[in-house]
């Protein structure tokens, strides 16, 4: 009989953000696929919980994402996690779901923390329609150019970006698309979130 496969939420900084139903499904995994093990530690750790983990990320999710329908085929209680927030929303995931939805077996979603959502929900700009463009491009051309595509779009746009990159993004930003309202968020629901 097959297990199951369940795409968990976890918290995106501060550990008491996760639902009572993820805290089950991941005490019920006998495993869990996540970005960095050591990372996901300290959440199991925090929540007392000691299933065996695996590591599911960016450079080896083609092959792991096989093995976790394997695993599940072979029925295993599997849960997927990210480092924070949902996984899938720009972190890996997604291979692992198609397969096991191509396998016939369904993929359980454990809602919960979203820095997308939290994000847009604090700025005081998401009213409406809002679209999400992930990570911006590292290279400059590559992301002015990216700006250029939805600078038309009548919605809020939200996008992620690496620390060591916000100042030039920012510059990007007012370059491409001048006079709209720009908010950044950082350390989201953690003791310095700005």
């Not at 968990?8 to 900084?13: C, D, K, M, S, Y």
């Not at 005490?27 to 959440?43: F, G, N, P, S, W």
């Not at 809602?111 to 700025?123: E, V």
């Amino acid at each position: 009989m097959p297990g199951s496969l369940s795409i968990v939420a976890t918290p995106i900084g501060n550990l008491e953000d996760i639902t009572l139903r993820a805290i089950r499904v991941l005490r019920e995994a006998t495993l869990i696929a996540c970005e960095d093990t050591r990372h996901t530690r300290k959440l199991l750790d925090h929540l007392g919980i000691s299933a065996r983990t695996v590591s599911y990320h960016e450079h080896n999710e083609t092959a792991r994402a096989a093995e976790l329908v394997e695993a599940v085929m072979r029925g295993e209680r599997v849960a997927l996690v990210s480092d924070a927030g949902t996984p899938l929303l720009s972190d890996p995931g997604f291979r692992a779901v198609r397969a096991a939805l191509e396998a016939g077996l369904p993929a359980d979603i454990i809602p919960g923390p979203s820095a997308l959502l939290t994000a847009l929900t604090g700025s005081g700009m998401g009213g409406g329609e809002f679209y999400f463009g992930g990570f911006l491009p590292a290279k400059r051309t590559q992301r002015t150019k990216t700006l250029q595509s939805v600078c038309l779009l009548d919605a809020t746009l939200v996008f992620y970006e690496a620390p060591h990159r916000i100042l030039e993004t920012l510059e990007d930003i007012a370059a491409q698309l001048p006079g709209r309202p720009v908010c950044a968020a950082r350390e989201l629901t953690k003791i310095h979130e700005e």
